[in-house]
């Protein structure tokens, strides 16, 4: 990278004032990409934005198993010859949020799509497409027992799933080739005492299925740390509700993939990937439409008005040049002026258009590039051995906006950018949280192990032993030296004894009543 370029990215000095916290913006609801849009898709009600991607279009709100939370895409750290991508699902999944957990939608297509020369058409396309599994039907549990294997056959619901790899050419499919087959998905976390050792599940959920390629899809941590309270009227009013990571404790569903990156790049010399996700739902006359897209972790949400959202998630990157507008002349800014009188940076925006549509100059810039949304990486730069969390802007260009890991700040790095950072505006603007509530893992598929429905956000708010052992359905609850395992199915075995006593006394005391009003 140039020097003139590391001169145009360098961080500026962090601000400090004694012990006061540091500015906080609209943040989280300034980053997010992708969502869910369609003709011939039933309007549904407008849902709130949130997060990267989380719920960030009105009808994507209504259909979370379709919509992509965030792409992730990286040099794997421990095989810099091989490139990861991750595209995670269904967002703010209640970690005891049973009976039914959460699982792939047997009626999607889930796509992860590769350009690897710049034109703003996929040239490769991994496509994901899940099957449902029932061992009973006779009972209302997702396992009937301590779970300690995939194939345990007390996980009474499971789901498989199958990749095909397309080849494509001008948009058109030239070669089908199913690469894996019949994979067991990893099950939603459903607490400890179905579940004592998850680990083990997502081990054996991480597939190899030859050629130096690898395939994991199941429940994870999500991935995305932000402070969400932004939508409090920005942060309480007067930048009081900060620092507080709203998606801790929540879950998301995964799919991921390492490949060696020979067999996805154009060449040596053209090392720049542009990626993408898209999610296709079968609508009611048997074909799949487009309901979902997510390339970085910004546009739809903020730079897109409300009246192009929709448009958006319905689109492909070669028609982008209907939302050019919306980057030279975004709203954000000017928001943030309005309310906290930061000066926006003059307009058009060529420093966004070259971070979001183009990728930036000497960095991840494809030689003939047709501008488009898509999140871009540089395979040819090698991973950080002490990654930055600010990635380019603090010097690490193997961070985004070269691709993004899953350490990335998203949500700074972008505002900062948003606010001028690349064009002289020096600014230290973020939400104060600037990690991951869990770690991440060293391998692949790297993400954190999901929260159990023993201890998630409902879990934590129980006041006594008893409430968290209802509301986990079941748990080895302590009685003298030995433990006792409680089964969902008695917790709701007694609530029907309750029910039916109460209705049993009602309808006693009704004559009575009726004779004593005579």
């Not at 948009?171 to 004592?196: D, E, F």
């Not at 799919?255 to 053209?270: F, G, M, N, W």
């Not at 309901?291 to 958006?312: A, I, M």
């Not at 998630?313 to 507008?325: E, I, R, T, Y």
């Given at each position: 990278?140039?020097?003139?370029?590391?001169?145009?990215?360098?961080?500026?000095?962090?601000?400090?004032?004694?012990?006061?916290?540091?500015?906080?913006?609209?943040?989280?609801?300034?980053?997010?990409?992708?969502?869910?849009?369609?003709?011939?898709?039933?309007?549904?009600?407008?849902?709130?934005?949130?997060?990267?991607?989380?719920?960030?279009?009105?009808?994507?709100?209504?259909?979370?198993?379709?919509?992509?939370?965030?792409?992730?895409?990286?040099?794997?750290?421990?095989?810099?010859?091989?490139?990861?991508?991750?595209?995670?699902?269904?967002?703010?999944?209640?970690?005891?949020?049973?009976?039914?957990?959460?699982?792939?939608?047997?009626?999607?297509?889930?796509?992860?799509?590769?350009?690897?020369?710049?034109?703003?058409?996929?040239?490769?396309?991994?496509?994901?497409?899940?099957?449902?599994?029932?061992?009973?039907?006779?009972?209302?549990?997702?396992?009937?027992?301590?779970?300690?294997?995939?194939?345990?056959?007390?996980?009474?619901?499971?789901?498989?799933?199958?990749?095909?790899?397309?080849?494509?050419?001008?948009?058109?499919?030239?070669?089908?080739?199913?690469?894996?087959?019949?994979?067991?998905?990893?099950?939603?976390?459903?607490?400890?005492?179905?579940?004592?050792?998850?680990?083990?599940?997502?081990?054996q959920a991480v597939k190899g299925i030859g050629g130096g390629t690898s395939?994991?899809?199941?429940?994870?941590?999500?991935?995305?740390?932000?402070?969400?309270?932004?939508?409090?009227?920005?942060?309480?009013?007067?930048?009081?509700?900060?620092?507080?990571?709203?998606?801790?404790?929540?879950?998301?569903?995964?799919?991921?993939?390492?490949?060696?990156?020979?067999?996805?790049?154009?060449?040596?010399?053209?090392?720049?990937?542009?990626?993408?996700?898209?999610?296709?739902?079968?609508?009611?006359?048997?074909?799949?439409?487009?309901?979902?897209?997510?390339?970085?972790?910004?546009?739809?949400?903020?730079?897109?008005?409300?009246?192009?959202?929709?448009?958006?998630?319905?689109?492909?990157?070669?028609?982008?040049?209907?939302?050019?507008?919306?980057?030279?002349?975004?709203?954000?800014?000017?928001?943030?002026?309005?309310?906290?009188?930061?000066?926006?940076?003059?307009?058009?925006?060529?420093?966004?258009?070259?971070?979001?549509?183009?990728?930036?100059?000497?960095?991840?810039?494809?030689?003939?590039?047709?501008?488009?949304?898509?999140?871009?990486?540089?395979?040819?730069?090698?991973?950080?051995?002490?990654?930055?969390?600010?990635?380019?802007?603090?010097?690490?260009?193997?961070?985004?906006?070269?691709?993004?890991?899953?350490?990335?700040?998203?949500?700074?790095?972008?505002?900062?950018?948003?606010?001028?950072?690349?064009?002289?505006?020096?600014n230290d603007l973020g939400d104060a949280v600037d990690a991951n509530d869990?770690?991440?893992?060293?391998?692949?598929?790297?993400?954190?192990?999901?929260?159990?429905?023993?201890?998630?956000?409902?879990?934590?708010?129980?006041?006594?032993q008893s409430d968290r052992t209802l509301l986990n359905g079941g748990g080895?609850?302590?009685?003298?030296?030995?433990?006792?395992?409680?089964?969902?199915?008695?917790?709701?075995?007694?609530?029907?004894?309750?029910?039916?006593?109460?209705?049993?006394?009602?309808?006693?005391?009704?004559?009575?009543?009726?004779?004593?009003?005579?």
């Amino acid at each position: 990278m140039t020097a003139d370029i590391r001169s145009r990215l360098r961080l500026t000095a962090r601000i400090r004032a004694g012990g006061t916290r540091r500015i906080a913006l609209l943040t989280a609801g300034a980053l997010a990409a992708g969502g869910l849009a369609t003709a011939g898709i039933a309007a549904l009600q407008p849902g709130t934005a949130a997060a990267s991607s989380h719920r960030e279009a009105p009808l994507i709100s209504g259909q979370p198993q379709f919509d992509n939370t965030d792409l992730y895409a990286f040099v794997s750290p421990d095989h810099s010859d091989k490139t990861t991508l991750v595209a995670n699902f269904i967002p703010f999944e209640e970690p005891g949020g049973g009976p039914n957990f959460y699982k792939f939608s047997d009626a999607a297509q889930y796509d992860l799509h590769i350009d690897n020369d710049g034109d703003a058409q996929g040239d490769y396309v991994y496509r994901w497409t899940f099957k449902d599994h029932f061992r009973s039907g006779d009972t209302f549990l997702y396992n009937t027992g301590e779970v300690t294997s995939l194939d345990d056959p007390d996980l009474n619901f499971f789901q498989t799933y199958n990749i095909d790899l397309l080849k494509l050419h001008k948009q058109r499919v030239v070669k089908k080739t199913r690469i894996a087959r019949n994979v067991l998905v990893a099950p939603s976390n459903v607490g400890k005492a179905s579940m004592p050792n998850y680990a083990t599940l997502r081990d054996q959920a991480v597939k190899g299925i030859g050629g130096g390629t690898s395939v994991f899809a199941g429940q994870a941590d999500d991935s995305f740390f932000a402070d969400l309270r932004v939508f409090d009227l920005l942060y309480g009013g007067d930048l009081s509700e900060v620092g507080n990571d709203t998606l801790k404790g929540y879950n998301v569903n995964t799919l991921a993939i390492q490949v060696p990156t020979t067999y996805i790049r154009e060449s040596k010399k053209q090392p720049v990937l542009g990626i993408w996700a898209t999610t296709q739902r079968l609508n009611s006359s048997g074909h799949y439409v487009q309901v979902s897209r997510l390339g970085n972790p910004l546009v739809n949400e903020v730079v897109n008005p409300l009246k192009d959202k929709d448009k958006f998630n319905a689109s492909s990157p070669w028609g982008d040049a209907q939302f050019l507008k919306n980057v030279t002349e975004p709203e954000l800014p000017k928001l943030i002026e309005g309310i906290y009188k930061i000066k926006a940076p003059a307009e058009p925006r060529d420093d966004l258009v070259s971070v979001f549509l183009t990728g930036v100059d000497g960095l991840n810039k494809p030689p003939y590039v047709r501008a488009s949304e898509e999140l871009r990486l540089n395979t040819s730069i090698k991973p950080a051995k002490s990654p930055k969390r600010l990635g380019v802007l603090d010097g690490d260009n193997a961070g985004f906006p070269n691709g993004r890991r899953l350490t990335d700040d998203v949500i700074d790095i972008s505002l900062q950018v948003v606010e001028g950072e690349l064009v002289g505006s020096k600014n230290d603007l973020g939400d104060a949280v600037d990690a991951n509530d869990v770690d991440f893992q060293h391998s692949f598929p790297y993400v954190g192990l999901p929260a159990s429905g023993s201890d998630g956000p409902t879990a934590k708010n129980a006041t006594t032993q008893s409430d968290r052992t209802l509301l986990n359905g079941g748990g080895l609850v302590p009685s003298g030296d030995n433990r006792t395992l409680v089964v969902s199915a008695v917790s709701g075995g007694i609530g029907v004894l309750l029910i039916g006593s109460a209705l049993a006394w009602w309808r006693m005391r009704r004559p009575r009543r009726a004779h004593a009003g005579r």
